[in-house]
């Protein structure tokens, strides 16, 4: 009964750390892909009914008129 009782807690014990670590990897590849497209994810271009050319970005919702 004892042996089963530590196998129990063995297998507990690697699943919570296979999760830990598979949810680190995930996690780790997000940050990576957010730092990669920072730009494209920060700031869109906008084109008014004139023609004219903007830059908005998203994080400070502010608009600027692209040189």
């Known amino acids: 009964m004892i042996n089963l009782r530590k ?4 297998s ?3 699943i919570k750390k296979r999760n830990f670590f598979v949810n680190l990897l995930i996690l780790s590849s997000l940050s990576f892909v957010f730092i990669k497209n920072i730009d494209n994810i920060r700031y869109t271009k906008v084109l008014s009914d004139d023609g004219k050319s903007y830059i908005y970005d998203r994080f400070s ?3 600027r008129l692209n040189k």
């Open 12 to 14: 507990n014990n690697l």
């Open 61 to 63: 919702s502010t608009l």
């Open 7 to 10: 196998l129990n807690f063995f």
